[in-house]
C-alpha cells in the first residue's frame, strides 16, 4: 500500500476547505462510523468544481453508496438537470432519498435500487458518467456504457489508483479490474484522459467531439 | 520538503501517457538540461482538460517561461481564442515565439515582455488566468487582477503547496506569499476554490456567477 498524497498536505487542504454544509458533515460522519468508503470532500470539491465547468444534463452514477458523491454533483447542476444514484443496496439508497429531500434536491435526482450495469444502460445522452462500483467490473461498465455516453461526455472513475495497487502486482482481480480498465481508456483516441492523484485516484476521461 | 505525490505514482501516470508532440518532447528535455522549472506533463493534461470543459475565449498567463504551460493552453483552445504569455526573459518569450510558430499556433498567441502585473492589467474579460510569477508576488497578482476577471472565470495557480513549505513555517516570502494567496482566495465566498496535489499543487478557483 502506498501512500499517494502525504498526510500533512491533505490536513492543509481541509483546514483551508471549510464546509458548513450539516448534511456533508452527517454523511462524512457516518462513513467513519461505519468504516463506509466515500469519496472524501477534497474529492467531493474536486466533482463540483468539474461539474460546474462541464455544465451537465445528466450525470449517471455507478455506485452511489448513500449518495455523498451524488450530494456534490447536485450541489453542482443546474436546475432543470438531473443526476442519477444506481447502488444496489436499498438501505443506502432510502438513506439518500430522505437526505436528498431535506435539503431540497429530490427533484433534481433519481433513485434506483439493482445492478448498475444493467440499469446504467437505461439512460442515454449521459454528460457525466461516474464509475464507483466493485473494482473488478471495472472494465465492463465502461464497455456497456460508451454507446451511452453524450457526444461530449465526461468519464469520472474513482479508486484509479485503488490504494496504489495498480503499480504493484498482486494478481488479484480489483487490481486487475483497475489496471485493465485504465489501460482501456488510456488506449482510446476518441477519449482525451488524465488521472489525478487526489485521494486513491480520480480518473478524468474527456470524450472529444 | 515534503514529496506530495509518491514516485512510483508518477511513473505509473507518466506511462499511461505517452506524448509523441515533439514541440511537447522538445520542450520537456530543455526544461531537464537547463533545469527550467516548467508545470510537467501530468499538469500539462490536466490544464488541457480543465481548459476544454472551460471553453474560454481570452487566457491570460503571468509568468509563462518559455512557453510549456501556454502551449497546453494553446492546443486546448479553439480558434478565434488567445492565449497572452507574459514572460520578463525575453530569450524565453522568444523561444516560445517561434515554437508557436512552428505549431501554427501564432494566430492564437500574443507575446509580451515584461512586468506580469502591469501588462496583465491591460486585458479585461479574462476567462482562465494562470499565475506562475515569483511566489511572493501571488497575493499581489489576485488582488490586482479580480477586476479583469470575467464573471465565471477561473483562476489557475500554480506551486500552491510550493514543496510542501505551506505546511511548514520558514517564515521565508515565498512560503508566506503562497501562503497568504491561498488564504485570500479560499476565504472569498464569490470563488470556489479548491487545491488539487498534483506535482507541486495546482490551485483552481471558478468565480461563481
Redesign the interface.
Known amino acids: 500500500m ?5 498526510s ?6 481541509l483546514k ?2 471549510p464546509e458548513y454544509d450539516p448534511h456533508l458533515r452527517e454523511m462524512e460522519k457516518m462513513a467513519q462510523d461505519r468504516q463506509f468508503p466515500i469519496v472524501d470532500r ?1 474529492v467531493g ?2 466533482l ?3 461539474t ?3 455544465q451537465p444534463r445528466l450525470v449517471v452514477e455507478m455506485g452511489s453508496g448513500f449518495g455523498y458523491s451524488a450530494y456534490w454533483f447536485a450541489r453542482a447542476i443546474s436546475i432543470n438537470c438531473k443526476v442519477v444514484l444506481i447502488e444496489y443496496a436499498e438501505e443506502n439508497i432510502e438513506y439518500a432519498r430522505r437526505l436528498f429531500a431535506e435539503k431540497g434536491f429530490a427533484a433534481r435526482a433519481e433513485f434506483r435500487v439493482g445492478n448498475a450495469l444493467e440499469i446504467g444502460r437505461e439512460y442515454r445522452d449521459i454528460d457525466i458518467l461516474f464509475i464507483d462500483i466493485d473494482k473488478f467490473q471495472y472494465p465492463d461498465a465502461i464497455e456497456a456504457m460508451l454507446p451511452n455516453l453524450s457526444p461530449d461526455a ?1 468519464v469520472i472513475a474513482d479508486n484509479s ?1 485503488w490504494h ?1 495497487r ?2 504493484e502486482n498482486n494478481g488479484d482481480k480489483e487490481s486487475d479490474g483497475v489496471r485493465r480498465f ?2 482501456f481508456i ?1 488506449s482510446r483516441n476518441d477519449f ?7 485521494r486513491d ?1 480520480i480518473l ?1 476521461a ?1 470524450r ?1 467531439k
Open positions: 502506498i501512500t499517494i498524497t502525504d500533512r498536505i491533505e490536513e492543509y487542504l483551508l476547505q477534497l470539491r474536486f463540483y468544481l468539474v460546474r465547468l462541464k465526461l489508483l496504489g495498480v503499480v485504465n489501460e488510456f482525451f484522459t488524465t488521472i489525478i492523484p487526489l485516484g478524468l474527456y472529444l
